[in-house]
T-cell receptor, first 113, second 116 residues
């Protein structure tokens, strides 16, 4: 988990509210990623960003939004349009070039009721 | 698109016995393969990767993985399992997503339980 922080660790929201999950890294990595993890489904990519002020949709972007205004920060907003937002959310980063592994944060468990 | 499969949802092994967690892949071109471990309510930790070269890759915590091109497999192994190895293990392959962008595609994970 070193080098990437996610806050808060647990988050509770009422249905219909937008919520923003924080992700910060001090590894000087260019690329950052957001994944959603559900039991038995592995990790699914929501959004990723290779450079500041640029990001691309992943496999399950609907109902989510991101911004990348600073190299070290990549916040994820779970909007009210996301039909099933309760999940474990993981942020990761990696150097942009080369076959490099991704480094993961500790995750945020979001519960929407 | 690249993909990986982990055919076993769960693997049980006795402490001190060798362990194997299986992964097969499907790629076009040269595969870049990774193994990660996840402990409950934690992020993923990188264990090892195969890029090129020796088919036996050594990683963290005594784990190793064997790359087999003919069988398109990248199985994770450890000679002697510890109870503390009990966790969720993910295999991943680097995937090209266009415009110079790469991402990792993950398997669904294998839960390893080491029985004392």
């Amino acid at each position: 988990d070193g080098g990437i922080t996610q806050s808060p660790k647990y988050l509770f929201r009422k249905e219909g509210q937008n919520v923003t999950l924080s992700c910060e890294q001090n590894l000087n990595h260019d690329a950052m990623y957001w994944y959603r993890q559900d039991p038995g489904q592995g990790l699914r990519l929501i959004y990723y960003s290779q450079i500041v002020n640029d990001f691309q949709k992943g496999d399950i972007a609907e109902g989510y939004s991101v911004s990348r205004e600073k190299k070290e920060s990549f916040p994820l907003t779970v909007t009210s349009a996301q039909k099933n937002p309760t999940a474990f959310y993981l942020c990761a980063s990696s150097p942009y070039t080369g076959p490099n592994e991704q480094y993961f944060g500790p995750g945020t468990r979001l519960t929407v009721t | 698109a690249q993909s990986v499969a982990q055919p076993e949802d769960q693997v049980n092994v006795a402490e001190g016995n060798p362990l194997t967690v299986k992964c097969t892949y499907s790629v076009s071109g040269n595969p870049y393969l990774f193994w990660y471990v996840q402990y409950p309510n934690r992020g993923l930790q990188f264990l090892l990767k195969y890029i090129t070269g020796d088919n036996l890759v050594k990683g963290s915590y005594g784990f190793e993985a064997e790359f087999n091109k003919s069988q398109t497999s990248f199985h994770l192994k450890k000679p002697s399992a510890l109870v503390s190895d009990s966790a969720l293990y993910f295999c991943a392959v680097r995937d090209y997503s266009g415009a110079g962008s790469y991402q990792l595609t993950f398997g669904k994970g294998t839960k390893l339980s080491v029985i004392p």
